[in-house]
């Protein structure tokens, strides 16, 4: 079964830590340009930028790509792809929406395609990626977020049963690495917007808590690379030398 999603990238000039990220050049495009086009790839369906500033869809529109505007004071990406779909999509024709992280240049399409998976599974509401974690330093990292899974037989897929920064599962075996991607069915995603945070949400810092508080089945599929994320100056110099920008 093959699932035809719509996917949107969020993206605004707001980052304290990287001020304009979207639009920071790398090998001669705006980073939010190089992971719409790694979404395209994935031939999953359409995918659009959902913009805090018309600056961001200029951007996007100068390099042939879709963009809608969206409210800047959003909370979240979520909030901001949940108006951005209404927009685009009114008629529903899309059942299933991909929230793609716009600061993910070197994105694999692969990622994408693993993303929807999981709803194959009609049981399953949302879905998210996990990469198996390799090292005790990234397992007691607590900026890296640590999915505890119930996997099937034939691990192909699976449920996810708690997010944490704290290392978990406690004993020998396997560890996940949670990748922040995820697919929602569209009542998923409307019902997702409408709760408030709740308390495991704010204490862990982690969004899809509220999903789990809430009764909502997240599926879960392995993806064997973690995309690299770019959130400071050093990592935007990392993106350029992977996109050879720069030579080696």
Same mark, same amino acid.
């Given at each position: 079964m093959v699932i035809q999603a719509i996917s949107i990238i969020p993206a605004r000039m707001a980052s304290t830590r990287l001020p304009g990220k979207p639009l920071a050049t790398i090998a001669g495009a705006p980073m939010i340009v190089h992971v719409l086009r790694a979404a395209e790839r994935a031939e999953t369906g359409p995918v659009y930028v959902a913009c805090?500033?018309?600056?961001? @869809? &200029?951007? !996007?529109?100068?390099?042939? #790509?879709? $963009?809608?505007?969206t409210c800047p004071d959003h909370p979240s990406g979520? &909030?901001? /792809? $949940?108006? $951005?779909l209404e927009k685009i999509d009114p008629d529903h024709h899309y059942d299933v929406v991909v929230n793609v992280? #716009? &600061? =993910? +240049?070197?994105?694999?399409?692969? /990622?994408?395609? &693993? !993303? =929807?998976r999981p709803l194959v599974n009609p049981e399953m509401d949302m879905a998210t990626l !996990? @990469? +198996? /974690?390799?090292?005790?330093?990234e397992l007691h990292n607590p900026n890296v977020v640590k999915a505890v899974v119930s996997f099937d037989e034939k691990r192909d897929t699976g449920r996810a049963l708690y997010f944490t920064r704290a290392p978990a599962p406690s004993g020998e075996g396997p560890h996940w690495h949670h990748i922040g991607i995820y697919a929602y069915r569209r009542e998923?995603?409307?019902r997702f917007t409408a709760l408030p945070a709740s308390p495991l949400e704010q204490q862990e810092r982690l969004e899809q808590l509220r999903a789990l508080e809430a009764g909502m089945v997240i599926g879960v599929a392995i993806s064997h690379t973690v995309p690299f994320g770019v959130d400071t100056p050093e990592? =935007?110099? *990392? @993106?350029? *030398? =992977?996109l050879g920008e720069y030579d080696e």
């Open positions: 805090a500033e018309q600056e961001i @869809a &200029d951007a !996007v529109a100068a390099q042939g #790509g879709n $963009a809608v505007l979520t &909030d901001r /792809i $949940a108006e $951005a992280q #716009g &600061d =993910l +240049p070197t994105m694999s399409p692969q /990622i994408i395609q &693993d !993303v =929807l !996990v @990469a +198996p /974690i390799e090292s005790a330093e998923t995603l409307r990592d =935007l110099e *990392k @993106a350029r *030398k =992977l």
